[in-house]
């Protein structure tokens, strides 16, 4: 039977009425298919993936980023086939296919179709599946911009520094562990036990069980200081840091709390040359197209903890809420 080329009007949707339901609160609906403004691009989705993000802002955490509007569509980070241009797009045409970040406010990821800015719409070659590429936008663009704030450089002009991920097994930190490896630096990683061997196969060169007393120390066992953090988990203090870096070392903290920001504020003022860095992911299409190469070169891999069909993505969600994903969980519209 030949495959339908015309947009429907509705389409299947997941969403939320109110902030703080938690999966509960998620609800399956069937709701009009939006259309491409200007610079948007409609697409027909096969693939997103859950960012904690995602229901932090469900839960409220992350005020005053909330929906713009509820009900809410949740979910950014997509990969799909253009069904739509609207005006002014250029470079992308229907029957493309492409990974792209849908913005915040709007969401829109966890369903049939989305509206994308072209400004972070990439195209994806056939190499990269809808799975791997929709897990890139915001884990591995965090991983690649905390790398870069600690000194990294992706063209072989780069120092070899010594870097620490923690949380490495986690969706920012696989991507950490393999692009740190790609700048040539030495990767120290923390993870459970039950991820060593796959995050060694990524590349760390010493990884380190954080449940045990060596690995909640962060010591590097080889006792390297580390010229930089990638720092994906929380419960670690700047003093439990300080004494681990280097001169000019740096924590890039990718989940700062109040104190945190203050920390940094005051190493600013008083031009400190260890730093606690917070960092938000500045999205951009130029990063996308780098990763999404690197995914089609083979240097990159996303890992996959685990794929939902669009008919379960409440076991998803509350799967990413749990803190326990090996990699990136992927829900399906096509399964
Ligand atoms: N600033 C930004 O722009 C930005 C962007 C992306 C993410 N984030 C934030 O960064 C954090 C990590 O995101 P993610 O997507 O990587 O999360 P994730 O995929 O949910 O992380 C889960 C992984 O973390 C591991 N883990 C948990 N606590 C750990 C610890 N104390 N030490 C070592 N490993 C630990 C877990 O291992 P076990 O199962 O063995 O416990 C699991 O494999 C989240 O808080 C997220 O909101 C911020």
């Not at 999966?23 to 491409?36: D, I, Q």
């Not at 630096?185 to 036990?193: E, K, Q, R």
């Not at 990159?300 to 379960?312: G, N």
């Amino acid at each position: 039977m030949a495959t339908p080329t015309t947009t429907p009007a509705t389409m299947r949707a997941v969403q939320y009425d109110a902030c703080g339901g938690g999966a509960a609160g998620l609800k399956h609906v069937e709701v009009p298919v939006p259309s491409a403004k200007k610079n948007e691009v409609l697409l027909k989705l096969q693939a997103a993936t859950i960012n904690p993000v995602d229901w932090k802002i469900q839960k409220g955490d992350l005020r005053p980023l909330l929906p713009r509007r509820l009900p809410f569509i949740p979910v950014t980070d997509v990969a799909g086939v253009v069904v739509d241009v609207g005006p002014g797009v250029k470079g992308l045409t229907a029957g493309d296919q492409v990974v792209a970040m849908l913005n915040s406010f709007n969401g829109g990821g966890l369903a049939e179709y989305a509206v994308a800015s072209a400004n972070l719409t990439v195209k994806r070659p056939a190499e990269v599946s809808a799975a791997e590429g929709a897990g890139l936008p915001i884990a591995a663009g965090t991983a690649l911009q905390a790398l870069r704030s600690i000194g990294a450089k992706f063209d072989g002009t780069g120092k070899p520094l010594n870097v620490l991920v923690t949380a490495a097994s986690g969706g920012v930190g696989l991507y950490a562990v393999q692009l740190a490896k790609l700048a040539n630096l030495h990767v120290t990683a923390t993870c459970g036990a039950r991820n060593m061997d796959l995050v060694k196969s990524l590349g760390a060169d010493e990884v380190m069980d954080y449940r045990t007393p060596e690995g909640a120390s962060l010591q590097s066992p080889s006792g390297r200081k580390y010229d930089g953090v990638v720092h994906c988990t929380v419960g670690v203090s700047w003093s439990s840091f300080q004494p681990l870096l280097s001169d000019a070392g740096r924590v890039i903290d990718i989940t700062p709390n109040f104190s945190a920001i203050l920390t940094s504020a005051l190493h600013r003022m008083t031009f400190s040359k260890k730093r606690l860095v917070p960092l938000l992911l500045s999205p951009n299409k130029a990063d996308l197209e780098l990763l999404v190469g690197l995914l089609k070169e083979g240097k990159l891999k996303t890992v996959v903890d685990s794929k939902f069909p669009l008919s379960e993505a409440d076991k998803a969600w509350q799967s990413s809420i749990d803190g326990h994903a090996t990699g990136k969980i992927v829900v399906e519209m096509e399964s």
